[in-house]
T-cell receptor, first 114, second 113 residues
């Protein structure tokens, strides 16, 4: 199994630009999660999907953030326009609930907004 | 609101020096408590799930235990390759939060040779 796949691994962009992060969950998993990790705030849940439907987006910081899951094997997290305070590592995770409650994480995308 | 507090924030051990990491939690009803390991530049790697007080799980030099208020990750005779940040997370009962994890800040473990 390839695990959760994220792209790009690193993204450097200028303030005001649109950023799109991509995630492919583990095949067969029905939950997908987007997290953000910073030194100050640790690991924060942004949004999660069940069977491609957004369930809880209360962690999305602002309207500049949006996420979609058009099918079971692909999800995007978009930031438009980006700001320096969005700099962080963004993780995608997936799980097969309730068979396994644990979530499996991808390698992350390190975003730097200058 | 679910809360997870990990201590210490950082821990330095000599190779072979056993110790424990603590995870205190507050949750309305616990479905599961999870331990993850995170290496620099990588995503968290799943280690254990504990479901009820008194439960224990082991993997190599690691043993996780659970009480009604906290969990411990015991590291026996650690090696330098055990150096990482260890994250604790809880999952609450309830339909709307059935799959959400609340993470602690982590304990950064360094094992010196």
């Amino acid at each position: 199994d390839a695990g959760v796949i994220q792209s790009p691994r690193h993204e450097v962009t200028e303030m005001g630009q649109e950023v799109t992060l991509r995630c492919k969950p583990i095949s067969g998993h029905d939950y997908l999660f987007w997290y953000r990790q910073t030194m100050m705030r640790g690991l924060e849940l942004l949004i999660y999907f069940n069977n491609n439907v957004p369930i809880d987006d209360s962690g999305m910081p602002e309207d500049r953030f949006s996420a979609k899951m058009p099918n079971a094997s692909f999800s995007t997290l978009k930031i438009q326009p980006s700001e320096p305070r969005d700099s962080a590592v963004y993780f995608c995770a997936s799980s097969l609930w309730p068979i396994n409650y644990e979530q499996y994480f991808g390698p992350g995308t390190r975003l730097t907004v200058t | 609101e679910d809360q997870v507090t990990q201590s210490p924030e950082a821990l330095r051990l000599q190779e072979g020096e056993s110790s424990s990491l603590n995870c205190s939690y507050t949750v309305s009803g616990l479905r599961g408590l999870f331990w993850y390991r995170q290496d620099p530049g990588k995503g968290p790697e799943f280690l254990f799930t504990l479901y009820s007080a008194g439960e224990e799980k082991e993997k190599e030099r690691l043993k996780a235990t659970l009480t009604k208020k906290e969990s411990f990750l015991h590291i026996t005779a650690p090696k330098p390759e055990d150096s990482a940040t260890y994250l604790c997370a809880v999952q609450a009962l309830g339909e709307t939060s059935g799959s959400r994890l609340t993470f602690g800040e982590g304990t950064q473990l360094t094992v010196n040779p």
